[in-house]
């Protein structure tokens, strides 16, 4: 279809609310900025800048980006964009083939335009034990980040996929076991801690880094989950305590009557930390009440656990708890 067509399925979407749901382009078939696919990138930027559109758009690169890309991402007037730069430091070709040095050069680059509008992100992943945490390479990202507006950091998504090409390659394997959630074991975070320590502008989650890096509170509403938000800064947290509003479950049932899944919701509970929701088939309903409440909402059959919200349990000795 053509560029403009895609747009209008967008936000024509029965998931879609104007000026509310956090948009990716090209984020998993593609690079955004390859050369065949940069032009359809700026068209769809600028249709849905042209619409008045104040939505997040992230848009995920590695490749190598141009001056004038810069110059052309800053004409954007009402959509909020964030360049999220994925850096992973891995120098084994046999896994990470592209040079992580060339997200990094792109990412100074972008970052150096001054004053704009768009928003810089060293999305530094997936982080792997073995492969790229040596102290050099912690260090590396830590030097990396001061040239972004925010940094996250995120593990391995190790699916049977991913462990299946390891095996067939013969690779060594990063862990025992595939999970459903990205891994991020407790020791490697308390060692990307420790090289962070003084930053402000580290966080562990993509949206609370987003937030931040354009002066809003998180649109994914983790504020409740108050382990996050210990590396959070004080500005970003008193903007995020400010927003946090704990909904009633008539209020999660109104936000959920534009769903064609709302019959079937049911409210299990409400804390301040999130609402628990069952009945929902799929993810997508559960992102648009979570968006339409910027408050989390999490589904009964995938429990948080303290300290490891939306990571697997691998890696972590405590005992499970939920939330």
């Given at each position: ?5 895609a ?14 749901t ?7 078939a ?10 359809h990138t ?12 104040r ?17 052309r991402?800053?004409?954007?007037r009402?959509?909020?964009v964030?360049l999220l730069?994925?850096?992973s ?17 792109s990412?100074?680059?972008?970052s150096?335009?001054?004053p704009?509008r ?19 390479h ?9 040239f ?13 996929q991913?462990?299946e ?6 690779l ?5 076991e ?8 407790e ?9 962070f ?5 580290l ?9 931040y ?25 008193d ?13 999660i049932r ?23 929701v ?7 309903p559960?992102?648009?009440l ?22 697997a ?9 939920d939330?």
């Amino acid at each position: 279809m053509t560029d403009a067509a895609a747009v209008e399925e967008l936000v024509g979407h029965r998931y879609f609310q104007p000026h509310v749901t956090p948009v990716q382009v090209f984020n998993r078939a593609t690079d955004p900025f390859l050369p065949n696919v940069r032009p359809h990138t700026f068209a769809v930027l600028e249709d849905l800048d042209r619409r008045g559109l104040r939505n997040h758009v992230l848009v995920i690169t590695r490749h190598q980006m141009k001056w004038e890309d810069a110059q052309r991402l800053d004409q954007l007037r009402h959509i909020k964009v964030s360049l999220l730069f994925t850096y992973s430091g891995i120098d084994n070709k046999d896994i990470e083939p592209y040079p992580s040095h060339v997200a990094a050069e792109s990412m100074k680059l972008m970052s150096a335009a001054s004053p704009r509008r768009y928003r810089t992100v060293l999305y530094w992943r997936p982080l792997v034990p073995g492969l790229n945490d040596t102290s050099e390479h912690l260090q590396l990202a830590r030097e990396l980040s001061r040239f972004a507006d925010a940094t996250v950091f995120t593990g391995l998504f190790y699916r049977d996929q991913i462990a299946e090409y390891y095996r067939a390659n013969k690779l060594p394997e990063p862990y025992g076991e595939t999970a459903r959630r990205q891994i991020v074991p407790e020791t490697l975070e308390r060692r990307v801690l420790s090289a962070f320590a003084g930053s402000d502008t580290l966080f562990r989650k993509t949206s609370c880094a987003v937030s931040y890096a354009h002066g809003e509170p998180d649109y994914n509403g983790h504020y409740g989950i108050r382990e996050l938000c210990d590396i959070c800064p004080l500005g970003q947290l008193d903007r995020c305590k400010k927003a946090h509003r704990v909904p009633s479950a008539g209020r999660i049932r109104e936000v959920a009557g534009a769903l064609h899944e709302a019959a079937g919701l049911v409210v299990v509970d409400i804390t301040d930390r999130a609402a628990v929701v069952s009945g929902l088939t799929e993810e997508q309903p559960r992102y648009f009440l979570q968006h339409g409440l910027g408050f989390q909402v999490h589904d009964e059959r995938h429990p948080h656990r303290d300290r490891r919200h939306g990571r697997a349990d691998i890696g972590w000795k405590e005992p499970v708890q939920d939330d």
